[in-house]
């Protein structure tokens, strides 16, 4: 079965400066997808970002993006230029067929 | 695009009574998915549907549980009797097949069962 580690429970960043967010997963799948799911105090999941597998090109979207390492089954997000709005739980997940695995979650905390 | 659509948006009831959560998936979209969030066990998979079958119920935690969807813009989740444990955050996701994968999530009912 298909497993995701977020190895870090919680994190803090200032304002303005950048962090990373720890992934790893799992598989034995050559042809897969992974993303990056935020979900503020409102508890809205919400997709920030998407990499499929079969890409070397590491995904960005905006002050979002991954740095995929396939051989390593590492996926981590790094968020520049953070903001107050930024903070929130990331999820970490796998898409295989039908289904998503997520990984337990990581809380980010933004300091002004 | 409305979204995904979850109803109510939050549930008090006292245990022994039944429940029942709601989802509009988003129109076009052909997989439907049923999750369970705690602190305790995150995020979990109850069960999912496509093109309105169930196809994996595997997560769900008891025959206390029971998901239908009667066609495609419509599913429902019961819980009877409910119990103190069963409180949570409930999410609908749907997703389009032949899309990347990721699914689009409601907003989530928040249950809690005294």
């Known amino acids: 079965a298909q497993t995701v580690t977020q190895s870090q429970p919680e994190m803090s960043v200032q304002e303005a400066e950048t962090v990373t967010l720890s992934c790893t997963y799992d598989t034995s799948e050559s042809d897969y997808y992974l993303f990056w799911y935020k979900q503020p105090p409102s508890r809205q999941m919400i997709l920030v970002i998407r990499q499929e597998a079969y890409k070397q090109q590491n995904a960005t979207e905006n002050r979002f993006s991954v740095n995929f390492q396939k051989a390593a089954k590492s996926f981590s997000l790094k968020i520049s230029d953070s903001q107050l709005g930024d903070a929130a739980m990331y999820f970490c997940?796998?898409?295989?067929?039908?289904?998503?695995?997520f990984g337990g979650g990581t809380r980010l905390m933004v300091k002004p | 695009d409305a979204g995904v659509i979850q109803s109510p948006r939050h549930e008090v009831t006292e245990m022994g009574q039944e429940v029942t959560l709601r989802c509009k998936p988003i129109s076009g979209h052909n997989s439907l998915f049923w999750y369970r969030q705690t602190m305790m066990r995150g995020l979990e998979l109850l069960i999912y549907?496509?093109?309105?079958?169930?196809?994996?119920d595997s997560g769900m935690p008891e025959d206390r549980f029971s998901a239908k969807m009667p066609n495609a813009s419509f599913s429902t989740l019961k819980i009877q009797p409910s119990e103190p444990r069963d409180s949570a955050v409930y999410f609908c996701?749907?997703?389009?097949?032949?899309?990347?994968?990721?699914?689009?999530f409601g907003p989530g009912t928040r249950l809690t069962v005294l």
């Open positions: 549907f496509n093109n309105n079958v169930p196809i994996d």
């Open positions: 996701a749907s997703r389009r097949q032949g899309s990347y994968n990721e699914q689009f």
């Open positions: 997940a796998y898409g295989a067929g039908n289904m998503l695995t």
